[in-house]
């Protein structure tokens, strides 16, 4: 049982959140998830001790209620801006693993938030890099250091192209190289996983973007050739999680 008088959220002390969560588990109150958010989520992004106490009630909610299943997804997606949030995930692990095969069934269905759903997935299969800075690969741009030169590079994967370059403050992306995507039989995971399940669920774009996100580029200043999530990852994780 959680000591709720121990924890705090991000307002300070959680006394409210049981009594909020013994209202959602009664009946569907808007106002009751709101302040849950507000208390738990912050923004959608803040989470404290409280969030992850919360977790086992709220995976208990999800198979039957949406919110609770976005709001315990959400939380999730904020691990790692918490100092303790790996730790305090660890203790959830079998809540963890069932809100993941919920947020999959969800995906089967082709949702129209398809692509949030999906960041979730990864988040709660523990790719919190990927959750948080994966696009829709409509107009995405991924900031790299070229592991040869280390040249600031500009991986651009969407409708203006998919491409490597330099950005230029007045002359845009220049010098630009096209990228070469992973053939989906090449692919390793975590991008086999990703790509597959994007596949199977009929989303071409997200699909084809995950093989360029994962595949390789010529680096415009030393042509070197690279793996673009790797250097992706070396540049985005903190130095403290490199150890992981
Ligand atoms: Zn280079």
Redesign the pocket.
């Known amino acids: 049982m959680t000591d709720w008088t121990q924890v705090v959220d991000a307002h300070g002390a959680a006394g409210r959140v049981p009594l909020l969560l013994d209202q959602v588990e009664r009946e569907e109150v808007p106002e009751a998830w709101e302040e849950l958010w507000d208390r738990l989520c912050l923004h959608g992004e803040t989470v404290s001790a409280a969030s992850f106490a919360a977790l086992p009630r709220l995976a208990a909610l999800a198979p039957t209620c949406a919110q609770a299943l976005e709001l315990a997804s959400a939380i999730v997606r904020g691990t790692l801006r918490h100092p303790d949030g790996e730790a305090l995930l660890t203790s959830c692990s079998n809540e963890v693993a069932q809100l993941r095969g919920l947020v999959d069934q969800e995906l089967r269905t082709r949702p129209a938030d398809y692509n949030r759903l999906f960041g979730d997935l990864l988040a709660l299969a523990g790719q919190y890099h990927w959750s948080a800075s994966m696009g829709d690969f409509t107009d995405d741009f991924y900031a790299v250091s070229?592991?040869?030169?280390?040249?600031e590079?500009t991986i651009a994967v969407g409708d203006y192209g998919c491409y490597t370059a330099i950005r230029d403050w007045d002359r845009g992306d220049i010098e630009r190289r096209t990228l070469r995507p992973a053939p989906a039989e090449e692919l390793r995971d975590p991008g086999r996983w990703m790509h597959a399940t994007a596949d199977r669920d009929g989303q071409q774009r997200l699909a084809e973007g995950i093989r360029y996100l994962f595949g390789r580029a010529e680096?415009?200043?030393?042509?070197?050739v690279?793996n673009i999530a790797e250097a992706h990852t070396t540049a985005n994780v903190p130095p403290a999680l490199e150890t992981h």
């Not at 070229?146 to 040249?151: I, V």
């Open positions: 070229c592991p040869g030169c280390e040249a590079v680096c415009p200043a030393c042509a070197n690279f």
